[in-house]
């Protein structure tokens, strides 16, 4: 059965998809990890200026999808910019654009504030209602991460987010007007659910690839974080080992306040650090599950490609010519990646075969 992609447009609650579908040119939205807020674009047809005008701060979701898996949420957030372009013989179009972060919101106001002896959870909730955000989801592993003091250094709320994301081994986002931090690498929703994995394989939904297994850049072995011991009046290095590196140690340029700080610290980087081994971008059939942090099973392709990596980015591109595709940006290749283990002369072998097991392969082309 032939696969249709679908899509439905809501504004405010509203479901404008049977008033977009005949002027819709393409729909795209982007998720990247370490972005503080994903965000979305609609071009229309907008003959004879027929299309209503969107206002600022407008909720939005879209959903993405195929005749026979149904349409799953790729977005939801709030109108942020309108532009109108045209000529005499081009015609009229509306570009709208959106943002997981409403634009009118203070989440982007510098703010000076601090809590001691508390959680992350609990700070990254005080601190998300003092910039008047809906609701904040810290993933549970994330949640109960204790420090001594916790500070906003005159910065947005967005911008305390994405810092201190860094510094436990999280990732933040903005996402319908609500905070989320997530742990970087464990392929987990904020609630602590394994994501399901996304299939690429030759032959089937795989369209083409692009990857690196393994950086060419120098890794280090270890990184170490430090912090100063008022007892023993001196300073105390934590280290953590960095699977396959090899270069010599690196040191972060910034001091932590605790042991527990320093710990945390050193396995953000150590964490930074495996997630860079190697990288590339792989393009699919469009599929509404393939998002950051859920791992990607490649398949089909060649020893030493084959395997399972991290999706890092996504952009979702919907179009009236080419049908629906999604290009995975990927890191973090397993271990079997970058291994050619087959002896002799190199000769033609067979594609490997793709796993069977539970995983989303979206396949919707064609024309929208």
């Given at each position: 059965?032939?696969?249709?992609?679908?899509?439905?447009?809501?504004?405010?609650?509203?479901?404008?998809?049977?008033?977009?579908?005949?002027?819709?040119?393409?729909?795209?939205?982007?998720?990247?990890?370490?972005?503080?807020t994903d965000s979305a674009s609609i071009l229309v047809a907008d003959r004879n200026g027929s299309v209503k005008l969107p206002t600022e701060g407008d909720r939005m979701r879209i959903l993405l999808g195929d005749s026979i898996d149904g349409v799953g949420l790729a977005f939801s957030g709030?109108?942020?910019?309108?532009?109108?372009?045209?000529?005499?013989?081009?015609?009229?179009?509306?570009?709208?654009?959106?943002?997981?972060?409403?634009?009118?919101?203070?989440?982007?106001?510098?703010?000076?504030?601090?809590?001691?002896?508390?959680?992350?959870?609990?700070?990254?909730?005080?601190?998300?209602?003092?910039?008047?955000?809906?609701?904040?989801?810290?993933?549970?592993?994330?949640?109960?991460?204790?420090?001594?003091?916790?500070?906003?250094?005159?910065?947005?709320?967005?911008?305390?987010?994405?810092?201190?994301?860094?510094?436990?081994?999280?990732?933040?986002?903005?996402?319908?007007?609500?905070?989320?931090?997530?742990?970087?690498?464990?392929?987990?929703?904020?609630?602590?659910?394994?994501?399901?994995?996304?299939?690429?394989?030759?032959?089937?939904?795989?369209?083409?690839?692009?990857?690196?297994?393994?950086?060419?850049?120098?890794?280090?072995?270890?990184?170490?974080?430090?912090?100063?011991?008022?007892?023993?009046?001196?300073?105390?290095?934590?280290?953590?080992?960095?699977?396959?590196?090899?270069?010599?140690?690196?040191?972060?340029?910034?001091?932590?306040?605790?042991?527990?700080?320093?710990?945390?610290?050193?396995?953000?980087?150590?964490?930074?650090?495996?997630?860079?081994?190697?990288?590339?971008?792989?393009?699919?059939?469009?599929?509404?599950?393939?998002?950051?942090?859920?791992?990607?099973?490649?398949?089909?392709?060649?020893?030493?490609?084959?395997?399972?990596?991290?999706?890092?980015?996504?952009?979702?591109?919907?179009?009236?010519?080419?049908?629906?595709?999604?290009?995975?940006?990927?890191?973090?290749?397993?271990?079997?990646?970058?291994?050619?283990?087959?002896?002799?002369?190199?000769?033609?072998?067979?594609?490997?075969?793709?796993?069977?097991?539970?995983?989303?392969?979206?396949?919707?082309?064609?024309?929208?």
């Amino acid at each position: 059965m032939l696969r249709k992609p679908l899509y439905r447009v809501e504004v405010n609650g509203i479901d404008y998809t049977s008033r977009f579908r005949p002027v819709v040119k393409s729909i795209r939205v982007s998720d990247r990890s370490g972005v503080a807020t994903d965000s979305a674009s609609i071009l229309v047809a907008d003959r004879n200026g027929s299309v209503k005008l969107p206002t600022e701060g407008d909720r939005m979701r879209i959903l993405l999808g195929d005749s026979i898996d149904g349409v799953g949420l790729a977005f939801s957030g709030f109108v942020a910019d309108v532009l109108s372009r045209g000529s005499k013989r081009g015609g009229r179009e509306l570009d709208i654009s959106a943002k997981g972060v409403d634009p009118r919101s203070s989440a982007r106001e510098a703010q000076g504030r601090h809590l001691d002896d508390t959680t992350l959870g609990e700070a990254a909730k005080k601190f998300a209602e003092n910039a008047g955000i809906d609701g904040v989801v810290v993933a549970p592993e994330l949640s109960l991460i204790e420090r001594p003091y916790w500070s906003m250094q005159f910065e947005s709320f967005m911008h305390w987010g994405q810092r201190i994301s860094r510094e436990v081994g999280a990732t933040f986002k903005m996402q319908d007007g609500k905070a989320i931090f997530l742990p970087s690498n464990a392929g987990k929703s904020a609630g602590g659910v394994a994501l399901p994995t996304v299939r690429a394989a030759f032959g089937e939904n795989l369209l083409n690839w692009s990857i690196t297994p393994t950086s060419s850049r120098e890794r280090s072995r270890k990184v170490r974080a430090r912090y100063f011991d008022e007892r023993k009046s001196r300073w105390i290095d934590r280290d953590a080992e960095i699977e396959g590196g090899s270069g010599p140690i690196f040191t972060d340029r910034f001091t932590s306040s605790s042991e527990k700080t320093a710990d945390a610290r050193a396995a953000s980087l150590k964490s930074r650090a495996e997630r860079n081994g190697g990288e590339g971008s792989v393009l699919i059939l469009g599929t509404a599950f393939a998002k950051p942090e859920a791992p990607l099973l490649l398949s089909g392709t060649r020893p030493g490609i084959d395997g399972t990596y991290v999706i890092d980015g996504v952009e979702h591109n919907l179009t009236k010519r080419g049908g629906y595709v999604v290009t995975c940006e990927v890191k973090k290749p397993s271990s079997e990646v970058g291994k050619d283990s087959r002896t002799g002369s190199a000769t033609p072998s067979s594609p490997s075969t793709a796993s069977t097991s539970p995983t989303s392969t979206g396949r919707a082309a064609g024309p929208v």
